[in-house]
């Protein structure tokens, strides 16, 4: 340890940061239906995914692995690079937070990185390969393959249950659903929580601390799994608010459909080393359960919303982190002046949140406005109705006196 200097503990520091909010922008992820279907109090539900989180950490390390030894060339990786890599992606979390829009935290974390590699050793730094098979490919298919699942899977529980006695199946869904939210959230952990042991692990080997193909020492595993259970905890109830409310209703059964397909989606991608987003396993998951009930129907306006900050996370994330690199390529006030900007930016962001603020005791408030035809027909005011006979009567108001005189039966 006698190798571990200050750029490396700030970024150990900024790391662990990232992770917590890579916590409470994801607990959506795991809490969101089970907390609109009314399964669990929401307290609870962070309480209990935050728990499970923690344990998911210690499971596996093969997403780790992805990114420390994968992802990027660790020879000629500087400290700074790993640093400039995460305030790209802090950032878009952040932002993407403000605003309720449950992206990408991995894909946010990977653009950074990438973003930071390329601005410090060039293009050659990447390795493309594994971009491609483990990242962009999961990403297009994973909410693909999570909704279709969902969706038959909707539909499977409302046949099994079609002749059982409603308050019976609606407790034994509710049941089913809390035991999938903590298997989705253990899920969770054994893959998000893996991404900031990968990020810690590889500024370790650039910063000479451990020798290079090395797999995260325990102190990284339990400060990243402790980081992103704290965040967890905390509750990101902007974007709880989205997946469960805004994006569709959802009912106990489709909730346990969602969340049974996205976990078992996300543990064999953590099982293949697949650096997976959870977001769009879960965010395709709600759509399809919501399209798999007869009568159940999906906001696009906010699906559309999503998938635009999907699309945009990793070259966002990646231009912040080339940008930050590039200023902390200049020297130690270079990277001085970068912790500053990330400091003042994430309280700006903190300040602009508390303008409008969403917990747990309003996070089932719809945030979607009526539709255009809704509003139209409430902005109707019916008409009085007349007496009624029994043969066909009309009103007419007396044209001498309207407002005095009886009204005439034709």
């Not at 995460?86 to 990408?104: D, E, H, K, R, Y």
């Not at 483990?134 to 393959?145: E, F, G, I, R, S």
């Not at 539909?155 to 034994?172: E, F, M, P």
């Not at 965010?283 to 306006?301: D, E, F, I, P």
Request: avoid cysteine.
């Amino acid at each position: 340890m006698e190798n571990f200097s200050l750029i490396l503990a700030i970024v150990v520091v900024t790391a662990l940061a990232f992770d917590f909010t890579n916590g409470f922008h994801d607990t959506a992820n795991a809490m969101a239906t089970t907390i609109s279907t009314g399964a669990l109090k929401p307290k609870i539900a962070v309480t209990m995914s935050a728990a499970l989180n923690l344990v998911g950490a210690f499971l596996s390390v093969e997403v780790a692995n992805t990114i420390s030894k994968g992802l990027v060339d660790e020879n000629g990786i500087r400290p700074e690079v790993i640093f400039a890599a995460l305030v790209g992606a802090i950032l878009w979390n952040l932002v993407t937070w403000l605003v309720g829009l449950p992206s990408s935290s991995s894909h946010a974390l990977m653009g950074g990185l990438i973003g930071a590699t390329v601005a410090s050793a060039g293009f050659g730094a990447v390795h493309g390969d594994v971009l491609v098979t483990k990242v962009l490919l999961p990403a297009v298919a994973a909410p693909v393959v999570a909704g279709l699942a969902a969706l038959l899977a909707t539909r499977l529980s409302y046949g099994i249950g079609k002749d059982a006695d409603d308050n019976a199946t609606r407790k034994g869904f509710r049941a089913g659903q809390i035991a999938s939210a903590g298997l989705v959230s253990l899920a969770h952990g054994t893959n998000d929580a893996q991404k900031t042991m990968g990020i810690i692990t590889l500024a370790l080997v650039a910063g000479g601390t451990i020798a290079p193909g090395s797999n995260p020492p325990t102190w990284v595993i339990l400060s990243a799994g402790l980081a992103i259970a704290l965040g967890t905890y905390i509750g990101g109830w902007r974007i709880i608010r989205t997946m469960g409310k805004g994006l569709t209703d959802l009912r106990p059964q489709q909730g346990f459909a969602a969340q049974t397909s996205a976990a078992t989606a996300i543990l064999a991608s953590s099982h293949l080393g697949f650096s997976l987003s959870t977001t769009h396993v879960v965010s395709g998951s709600v759509m399809g359960a919501g399209l798999g009930r007869k009568g159940g129907t999906v906001r696009w306006s906010t699906a559309t919303r999503m998938m635009v900050a999907w699309v945009l996370t990793l070259p966002a994330a990646a231009v912040v982190g080339a940008l930050a690199e590039s200023v902390t390529d200049l020297g130690d006030w270079g990277t001085a002046a970068v912790a500053v900007f990330l400091v003042a930016s994430s309280a700006t962001i903190w300040k602009l949140s508390r303008r409008e603020v969403v917990d747990s005791a309003n996070v089932n408030d719809t945030e979607e406005p009526a539709g255009v035809i809704t509003a139209a027909m409430a902005a109707v005011t019916p008409p009085p109705a007349g007496p009624v006979t029994d043969g066909l009567t009309a009103t007419i108001p007396s044209p001498a006196a309207p407002a005095a005189d009886p009204a005439a039966t034709v």
